[in-house]
Each structure stands twice: as structure tokens, then as C-alpha cells.
């Protein structure tokens, strides 16, 4: 019987991808419209997606 190895939890980097800078341009344009949409209802929760895009952004920035 062959040892069989469990990928559950493994995790891959998205910049490491030939798609990444498209994946992460979707997410950042994603977050920057949550933290519109949610702003005038909680403030809290639209800083939280905004940090979220400013962080994404840094991401695109350095693989650019």
C-alpha cells in the first residue's frame, strides 16, 4: 500500500501564478466596490475592505 499525502490546507500563493496580476486586479477593484457600497452604512467595514485594496494594491505595485 502507497503513503498517500493530503493537500487539504495547502496553500498557493497567488503572485506565484501566470494569471496573477489579472486575480489580483479583480480582487482589488472587488474590495474598492464593497468599501464603496458599505461606507455609508459602516464605516468600520469599508476601512477594513479599503486596507484590504491598499494592501493589493502594494502587491500590483511591486509586480509591475
Known sequence: MNNQYCR???????TSGNQAISIL????NNFLEKAANVSSMDTHLGEFFRRKAQGIKKILEALS
Open 8 to 14: 487539504v490546507g495547502t496553500v498557493t500563493p497567488i
Open 25 to 28: 486586479e479583480f480582487r482589488y
